[in-house]
């Protein structure tokens, strides 16, 4: 009887360099598991960290821990010198060059002495408000 080949996707970090490596491979289970043993040697020996052997659809993330992660990655390419604002509803900060403006509806969204928002999350689409900065003077 033949083992079905999956699709699997393989990835390690340099413990030099903390570089990423990644791949994918079709594997049979008992690849996969032979793989693993690899990668787990390896890693006694020093070379690799956080090896992992998975099918892509148990790394799929939930779309919140995605968005987090892209914002941790990029917020720094983005926030020199950039206001940020936080979302009203999701409570996430993003840097103003990202908000949605002009914000659509923006008279029907803001009740009358409220705040005047900086723009409209791109993640769930509430107004956000600028934060203020920490060390204003
Ligand atoms: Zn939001």
Request: proline fraction near 8%.
């Amino acid at each position: 009887m033949t083992d079905p080949k999956k699709y699997y996707e393989i990835e390690f970090i340099y413990s030099d360099n903390g570089q990423l490596f990644n791949t994918g491979a079709r594997m049979t289970e008992e690849e996969q598991l032979k793989m693993l043993r690899i990668l787990e040697q390896f890693h006694n020996a020093g070379a690799i960290e956080q090896a992992s052997v998975v099918q892509p659809s148990e790394i799929q993330q939930d779309y919140d821990a995605a968005v987090g992660e892209i914002l941790d990655a990029l917020k720094d390419e983005v926030t020199d010198g950039d206001d940020v604002s936080e979302c009203q509803n999701c409570k996430r900060e993003w840097p103003d060059s990202v908000l949605i403006n002009p914000i659509p509806d923006l008279m029907e969204r803001v009740a009358p002495g409220e705040p005047m928002p900086s723009g409209e999350c791109p993640g769930c689409g509430a107004v956000c408000q600028p934060v203020p900065k920490e060390d204003g003077d």
